[in-house]
């Protein structure tokens, strides 16, 4: 099969390569969308210890099964493989498993690739009416949405009605709308770059604005969507009194929160990676029944062009918060 290859930092090979088979309870799945996700572009430029090159990259993924007694159903997958064993696992919160695996990390190749294999568990159907370009949003949707889930949770009652998110990449967009989507009106996404705010206000159901619009305000919830120390300063900045900060960006750096603040406040910060199970299906199910908006805020490339891409996210020259790649 053909495949798009990390081969060291800022080096991407589109080449042909062995493909994996179905065996036991993994399905073969013929990748038609694979969205680059951030962690993609960590390990693209070297960040990323746990992607040594040579690797297949790749996680957001959907396309058709071949072969088997489910051949030629529509699928998109999550890419998170657990034991489903482990006291994380037997308490439903399986994205803390102790042995997880996923997909672009080793053992495990990616889905840069024409084909992935997959447990049947990993896959939920894609309904007529939803193309698998959309249902490859699936994964970074299903990040936000669990963060989403446990702010709502962690949040007093009386402190669920504005939130700020700070990115907007696919996981801000995809936390935008699915606090809109878990009942949380006001929604206020801030974004830098003038190409992708031009763009969101065109697709968006929130407020788009420059980060500076919003110095001054204070929010029940703030997601940052970025993980940078300049992102964490300003999530502790627009915390309100008892609200919390959802932290799910993984750009870099160890600075940023205003630990005094966030104490005198009492505000609640919350770690967040990856979803449970049924975080995703629950995701999916509000992406399907058209909860979270018309999922049309994607460009897609052929997965030959791959490296181009790369390199254009980058520059910060693409409009849409996800690039999808497509196999030839």
């Known amino acids: 099969m053909k495949a798009l290859i990390y081969t060291g930092p800022q080096k991407l090979t589109y080449r042909e390569v062995p493909g994996p088979a179905a065996s036991g309870d993994h399905h073969l799945i013929?990748?038609?969308?694979?969205?680059?996700?951030?962690?993609?572009?960590?390990?693209?430029?070297?960040?990323?210890?746990r992607r040594p090159a040579p690797l297949i990259l790749g996680h957001e993924g959907a396309g058709t099964i071949v072969g088997g007694p489910r051949d030629g159903m529509r699928?998109?997958?999550?890419?998170?493989?657990?034991?489903?064993?482990?006291?994380s696992c037997r308490a439903g919160r399986d994205n803390l498993c102790t042995t997880?695996?996923?997909?672009?990390?080793?053992?495990?190749?990616?889905?840069?690739?024409?084909y992935v294999a997959m447990p049947e568990r990993n896959l939920v159907a894609v309904p007529d009416g939803i193309s698998l370009e959309q249902a490859a949003l699936a994964?970074?949707?299903?990040?936000?949405?669990?963060?989403?889930?446990?702010g709502l949770e962690a949040a007093p009652a009386d402190m669920r009605q504005t939130a700020l998110v700070i990115g907007g990449g696919a996981i801000g967009v995809a936390a935008a709308i699915s606090l809109i989507a878990q009942d949380v009106d006001d929604v206020t996404l801030v974004e830098p770059n003038p190409l992708r705010r031009s763009y969101l206000t065109m697709h968006s159901r929130y407020r788009v604005c420059a980060p500076e619009d919003v110095e001054g305000q204070?929010?029940?919830?703030?997601?940052?969507?970025?993980?940078?120390?300049?992102?964490?300063?300003a999530a502790s900045a627009a915390a309100a009194p008892g609200g919390v900060i959802?932290?799910?960006?993984?750009?870099?750096?160890?600075?940023?929160?205003?630990?005094?603040?966030?104490?005198?406040?009492?505000?609640?910060?919350?770690?967040?990676?990856?979803?449970?199970?049924?975080?995703?299906?629950?995701?999916?199910?509000?992406?399907f029944d058209g909860r979270l908006g018309q999922l049309d805020w994607t460009e897609a490339r052929p997965l030959s062009e791959g490296a181009q891409a790369f390199a254009d996210i980058r520059s910060g020259a693409i409009a849409a918060p996800k690039i999808l790649l497509k196999p030839d």
Request: charged share 20%.
């Open 218 to 233: 204070l929010f029940d919830l703030v997601v940052d969507a970025v993980g940078h120390d300049a992102t964490r300063a």
């Open 100 to 114: 997880r695996q996923i997909i672009s990390m080793p053992p495990r190749e990616g889905a840069f690739a024409q």
């Open 139 to 150: 994964e970074p949707i299903a990040v936000s949405w669990h963060a989403v889930r446990l």
């Open 246 to 287: 959802l932290h799910i960006g993984l750009a870099g750096g160890s600075a940023g929160f205003d630990i005094r603040r966030i104490t005198l406040q009492e505000i609640t910060v919350i770690g967040t990676y990856t979803y449970t199970a049924q975080d995703f299906r629950d995701a999916v199910a509000a992406m």
């Open 30 to 49: 013929r990748i038609d969308s694979v969205g680059i996700c951030g962690s993609d572009m960590h390990a693209y430029l070297g960040h990323d210890d």
């Open 75 to 87: 699928v998109t997958i999550n890419p998170l493989v657990t034991c489903g064993a482990c006291r």
